[in-house]
């Protein structure tokens, strides 16, 4: 009784086997495949100009620098390039930056002005990104805003700054793709 069990449990798994195989074998021979980031075929590689910087915040412009080199090209699905070499040029202004209070924690008659509870980070910028070879703007934005929040009483505005740059890669991500 073990020995006929053994023997359909194998066949079973030899014909699942064969079937898998099959299947990889049928996918690895079509000519199907992702194209990366949505840009034309001839955008390959990209140049991110340090934006210039409007703001008094002096080290703003190269963390949003440093971040759009992480993000920007395997999000666009391209390589970096230097500026004589690229396909297309992402450039911009810093042009606001502003940190307000948004909530303030009440406080009882007779005790000093309330604190703020929560901050938020403003952060505008104007982008184009060219394509070199066309010698065209593909993609502009006169006003991208990035918002970022942080709790003032446990929190710095680094955080808040981290959140509205990651807001305004995702916006120039999302408005490149849109153009392709």
């Not at 805003?145 to 709790?151: F, I, V």
Request: glycine share 10%; proline share 6%; with cysteine.
């Amino acid at each position: 009784m073990k020995s006929s069990h053994f023997r359909r449990t194998s066949g079973r798994r030899a014909v699942e086997l064969g079937l898998a195989l099959a299947v990889v074998a049928v996918l690895g021979g079509c000519n199907y495949g992702f194209e990366g980031g949505g840009f034309p075929p001839h955008i390959r590689t990209i140049y991110i100009e340090p934006f210039q910087n409007e703001t008094p915040q002096f080290d703003l412009d190269q963390k949003l620098y440093a971040a759009m080199l992480d993000e920007l090209p395997g999000k666009l699905g391209v390589r970096v390039a230097g500026e004589q070499a690229a396909h297309a040029i992402v450039r911009g202004v810093i042009s606001s930056y502003d940190d307000a209070a948004q909530s303030f924690t009440p406080t009882a008659p007779g005790q000093p002005a309330p604190a703020a509870s929560a901050h938020e980070v403003r952060i505008t910028v104007s982008v184009q990104l060219i394509d070199v070879r066309d010698h065209l703007i593909r993609w502009e934005s006169q006003r991208v805003l990035g918002r970022g929040a942080y709790r003032p009483d446990t929190q710095s505005d680094a955080m808040g700054q981290e959140e509205a740059i990651a807001s305004i890669i995702q916006q120039i991500i999302d408005g490149a793709q849109s153009q392709w």
